[in-house]
């Protein structure tokens, strides 16, 4: 993805500041999403006594140790989420889409793009919005629910397993704007929307590339 950037920026004549800024915005949120996830792995790995330590108590330093995995899970979706708004900014300035800048969102591109000659890059964002297996509506919609109304609270629990406690973190279950989320892993939301991302990335950045390309001959 970051060669497809890099050919990308080279075909643009326009707007240049702004996806150069965007280009270093993608990779610092994937970066950012990377290390809050590798903090959650290594705070939330404890076995035996101290899971149920974490699990149960309250002290002063359990507590404080809560707090760090919450916080590093919840950047993790922050920061995914931000991903996709920088991908549909980066779609509008390289393809000059007509449309308020106050009002791009990832859902408004596929919208704007619906019925164009970019079928190709619809399809791509189409399908990554549609397919439950990219996490995308879930992403959107707990990084809203949690900034709008209250946060979906990741909560730990424990299991027998070979004789040792392994603590598991999950979402608890919640609605937004009629659509019904069931209880679910933590790493399950997390791995997949951020593999899936990173597969969306590469597939808008060879699109974008053939469509510039193409434009740029027309021109010459």
Known sequence: MKNGLDLIHELVQEHNNEIN???????????????????????????????????????????????AIKANIIACIYNIHAIYDYLANLIFYCLKLEMNIDHISFFNVIKKLENTEYKRLYEILNNFKEDKECYFMYINDISNHTKHKYIIQPKANTSNRKGDFIREMYFIEFSQKGSNYEKILVDKVLTNAYNNVVILMKDIGEELYCILKNLHLKCR
Do not use: C, M, P, Q
Not at 39 to 50: P, Q, R, T
């Open 21 to 67: 800024s965007i280009r270093e915005s993608i990779f610092d949120r994937l970066d950012n999403v990377k290390y809050h996830y590798n903090e959650y792995i290594n705070l939330s790995n404890v076995k035996n006594i101290e899971a149920l330590k974490l699990a149960f108590l309250s002290d002063k330093e359990e507590y404080k140790k809560r707090i």
